[in-house]
């Protein structure tokens, strides 16, 4: 590749120090112009977003995250109110909180925070909260992101000899999410067992009137979510700005950050516009069309969370049956990876020799640490490698004719995280437009909440059925007789397989044909 190619080519912006670098993917001459008729029409889309339009006509609502970080710009001054009294709100509840002016039931100041959420509600505030995280933050932050039992234990083992000084968020925007209800309820028994008032140590984060927003009134404190905010693009609310301004994290700085980088990305040229840039690269990777991977790698361990938290971002954005013109298009854009250089020695491997229908993208982090770095060898720093492992898998995929785009950050502090959550923020978003899905309505999660819902309700059945005749010995056929589900005698067996292992059910017999029975003749 040439210097006149890669200068060319390469966008860099000197205020934020951010730097997109597209010269090592093929795609087409003419590909950046600036008056093509679909990039014109992508722009403009994102320029009506922030002016208010009606983005999720499913839901006939506005998508307004970019607000939360330009609350300016907001379509009417209420909002531009709401956004700012609560940014206030967090700062002094934070404040309180770190002080001791705001302690849990026993008069002890809080050290540690539980944050229970999942999905859009724990995978920012996670990922930031690594990336950002020091030796000298003021509280840590634990995270209940799953309705796995032995998750949850392993969180409460770890804040059991200091729990009257631990305080618990609980996030969910309807206050209806299972997996939140299941980690909230838990909590409430942890706390109780303890002989400690839940509520004295407990902040919600909701929408108003909320199922959660009802049960929790006599809590410490409410932080507002919106129905224009997405959980996927929640983190500059205070789904993710409560929890780490706790921990200590500059959130005014995160927020600059991300600002600056949207400022960059309302340019209608797409050689000035990293996010725009971004997007169309991944158009022509992808031949716009579902089915290509786009791998990312960090070469920062802090950026090791990245992948997880753009896997949601991408993925149910982009992750769509039919476009906005009901045509069944099946696309999307899968996302996997993790850091560099830990990745020299696992799938790289398969990037540079196995099947060609992916993409990279590399994400370099100039600064290597506070202070100097000591020589380790050949006269080189340990950062030294690091940058020579990412340009050498940059080069190598090239040699292999396989595509990759690098972003750039100065560094790995609050104003870089937040500028990289905007861009890629804004490149789904743009992406989204050329391909002509929708990219913020998510139906089809939906459809497993709904199986989840009614596997629990054959589940309750099926131990209403034991517990009806506890002397009865029952095989899975038979019991789905019972309950008048024959066609779910798979799912059936399943269920009491679990129930067994976790003593709610006797199972006899270890193959399909066990029999099972209510366990001690109740349940």
Do not use: C
């Not at 995978?123 to 992101?145: C, E, H, I, N």
């Not at 032995?150 to 305080?167: C, I, N, Q, S, Y």
């Not at 031949?287 to 896997?311: E, H, N, S």
């Amino acid at each position: 590749m040439s210097w006149e190619k890669y200068s060319r080519l390469l966008f860099y912006d000197e205020g934020t120090g951010l730097a997109v670098d597209p010269s090592q993917a093929a795609w087409p001459e003419g590909l950046l112009r600036p008056d093509r008729a679909e990039t014109r029409h992508a722009w403009q889309e994102m320029m009506n977003l922030e002016k208010g339009a009606i983005a999720n006509p499913s839901e006939q609502r506005m998508v307004g995250h970019y607000w939360l970080r330009a609350p300016e710009l907001a379509p009417t001054a209420a909002l531009t109110a709401e956004i700012r009294e609560t940014l206030s709100r967090i700062d002094k509840f934070a404040a309180a909180v770190h002080s001791g002016a705001v302690r849990g039931g026993r008069g002890a100041p809080f050290r540690r925070v539980v944050v229970v959420g999942i999905g859009g509600s724990s995978l920012g505030p996670r990922f930031v909260s690594r990336a950002l995280g020091t030796g000298a933050d003021k509280m840590r932050l634990y995270f209940v992101d799953n309705t796995d039992p032995d998750g949850m234990d392993r969180v409460w083992a770890a804040v059991k000899p200091e729990l009257a000084e631990t305080l618990t968020v609980v996030i969910s925007k309807s206050g209806g999410t299972v997996e939140t209800r299941n980690g909230m309820e838990e909590a409430r028994l942890f706390y109780e067992a303890a002989g400690l008032d839940f509520a004295r140590h407990a902040v919600r984060i909701t929408q108003r009137g909320s199922k959660l927003d009802a049960a929790a009134a006599d809590w410490l404190e409410f932080f507002p979510m919106w129905d224009w905010v997405g959980g996927r693009t929640s983190v500059f609310s205070a789904v993710g700005l409560l929890p780490l301004t706790l921990q200590g994290i500059d959130a005014a700085a995160l927020l600059r950050g991300a600002a600056a980088v949207d400022a960059l990305t309302r340019r209608p040229a797409p050689a000035e516009n990293p996010a725009l840039l971004t997007a169309l690269v991944w158009q022509a990777l992808t031949g716009g069309r579902g089915g290509t991977q786009m791998v990312i790698l960090p070469y920062k361990d802090r950026l090791d969370l990245l992948a997880q938290y753009a896997q949601q971002l991408v993925m149910e954005s982009l992750g769509k049956e039919k476009d906005r013109d009901g045509r069944v298009v099946h696309q999307g854009l899968a996302v996997f990876g993790n850091k560099g250089s830990s990745d020299q020695h696992s799938y790289v491997q398969q990037l540079l020799a196995g099947p060609d229908n992916f993409f990279a993208l590399l994400i370099e982090v100039l600064r290597d640490r506070e202070g100097e770095s000591p020589v380790v060898g050949e006269n080189s720093t340990s950062g030294d490698y690091l940058q020579a492992f990412l340009l050498g898998t940059r080069r190598a995929l090239r040699a292999r004719g396989r595509n990759s785009i690098t972003v750039t950050l100065p560094a790995a502090d609050a104003p870089s995280v937040g500028g990289l959550i905007a861009l890629l923020e804004r490149a789904v978003g743009y992406y989204a437009s050329l391909v002509n899905v929708n990219a913020y309505d998510q139906p089809a999660v939906e459809m497993g909440k709904k199986s989840a819902g009614e596997i629990i309700a054959l589940k309750n059945d099926v131990l209403a059925a034991l517990n009806r005749q506890p002397e009865r010995s029952f095989t899975a056929a038979a019991l789905a007789e019972a309950v008048g589900r024959p066609e779910e005698t798979e799912t059936v067996f399943q269920l009491l397989r679990r129930l067994a292992a976790n003593g709610r059910v006797e199972g006899i017999g270890r193959g399909l044909s066990g029999e099972f029975r209510a366990a001690g003749g109740s349940l």
